[in-house]
């Protein structure tokens, strides 16, 4: 049951001791400010590297073919590597369920154009798995499909910004797109997070570009991700063996390094993923600690309040107050002034880490932010760490007699 004489008590003792409450608060507030601004460095870490990978997957082995700079089995140095369709099978068959998703691609420069409106853009010719690979979003339609593969329709999925640059504010869906002078129909529209670079390709069924653009089995490169349960030490090991193998289909030398190039973002992951494990580590090593220290300073800070004021609960008692309420007064101005402390230690702290956005974006720290259930979270362990700290001493003075405390200095 609400108690008005007990809170108007518990604010008017907060008020006569403003000096020895803003001690206590300010522990807390530094603790909490320290706290978000660290956790907010290491969030804004973490967006820097999120962005430098972007929204494609992480798991992407991405294989170029090149020319020969060694001689080999009697072939001539410079011969020219030139990819097929049956590569991609040769590389789905061999390693199985090691590969998730696989795709051929075909990269064309083409000129588009729309009632009057027109533009260049990069068309590629991909399987319907690339925008699983892309991590391509359609926000309408379809993407491409087996059918568009096995018929070679002459479909098109095109990027948002496409879209915007063609079509304004009327729909693609449904429509022709002419591409260097062929007319191709709108099946879909995408989007992608890494903006308007990614929403600016046209993609098409890598069959009908073959037949359009050559009439030939001819592909540029081709682009696999590998299964996600596989380590960086698998993934690697796949992208060395994928290398091999390609090398002896091609009669390729195998110290050969420009025939046949590899690029395998598992090797990136794998160093990513040591710098924000190791920074993880630091961050919450400091943040613990930072804690630790606000959970000793509001606890010393309790023992010190409630034998100050040992005099004060003698009177008390000398009145008629019984225990219960004595210990009810300290611990709720123990947490009243906590709760509030981290509140403005928490305002301060993202705050500060509003007005330094624009400096720590120099410094590669994107968007430092803390969420609002981890401050809460550190709060309400400072408030239970004072609570416990005032507590035992609170209940120990509440139980000794009103002659005692008075004599105490």
Do not use: C
């Amino acid at each position: 049951m609400f108690d008005l004489d007990l809170w108007r008590e518990i604010f008017q003792s907060i008020n006569m001791n403003r000096t020895r409450s803003l001690l206590s608060g300010f522990t807390v507030a530094f603790a909490i400010l320290l706290f978000a601004i660290l956790f907010g460095i290491a969030n804004g870490l973490q967006n820097t590297f999120q962005e430098a990978f972007g929204t494609d997957a992480n798991n992407s082995i991405i294989i170029y073919p090149g020319r020969t700079t060694k001689a080999n089995k009697g072939m001539q140095v410079g011969r020219r590597i030139q990819f097929k369709n049956e590569d991609r099978e040769f590389i789905k068959e061999k390693y199985g369920d090691k590969v998730q998703f696989i795709t051929s691609k075909v990269n064309k420069s083409v000129n588009a154009s729309f009632k009057g409106e027109k533009n260049s853009y990069q068309l590629r010719g991909v399987y319907p798995e690339y925008m699983f690979i892309e991590n391509n979003v359609v926000k309408e339609g379809r993407y491409i499909n087996q059918n568009d593969l096995t018929n070679k329709t002459k479909v098109v999925v095109i990027g948002k910004k496409v879209e915007d640059e063609l079509f304004f504010k009327e729909t693609a869906i449904g429509k022709y797109i002419n591409l260097s002078g062929i007319q191709y129909k709108v099946v879909g529209v995408f989007t992608d997070d890494e903006g308007d670079s990614e929403e600016s390709i046209i993609y098409m069924p890598i069959t009908t570009i073959q037949r359009v653009y050559g009439n030939n089995d001819l592909v540029d490169l081709i682009h696999l991700t590998y299964n996600p349960e596989m380590n960086s030490t698998e993934a690697l090991a796949l992208g060395v063996s994928i290398e091999k193998s390609l090398k002896e289909k091609f009669d390729v030398a195998r110290s050969d390094q420009r025939a046949i190039r590899i690029r395998n973002m598992a090797q990136g992951t794998q160093q990513v993923d040591m710098m924000t494990t190791s920074l993880s580590i630091i961050i919450l090593v400091i943040g613990f600690g930072t804690l630790i220290a606000g959970i000793v300073g509001i606890s010393n800070i309790m023992i010190f309040i409630v034998k100050e004021r040992t005099k004060e609960i003698g009177i008390r008692k000398a009145l008629g107050a019984s225990p219960r309420s004595i210990v009810s007064i300290i611990l709720l101005e123990s947490i009243i002034i906590t709760a509030i402390a981290g509140y403005v230690g928490l305002l301060v702290g993202v705050g500060v880490l509003e007005l330094a956005t624009p400096v720590l974006k120099d410094y590669f720290i994107k968007d430092p932010g803390v969420s609002n259930s981890l401050v809460a979270g550190a709060t309400i362990t400072l408030i239970v760490a004072g609570a416990i700290a005032g507590y035992l001493p609170a209940k120990r003075a509440s139980q000794i007699k009103p002659i005692v405390a008075l004599r105490n200095d």
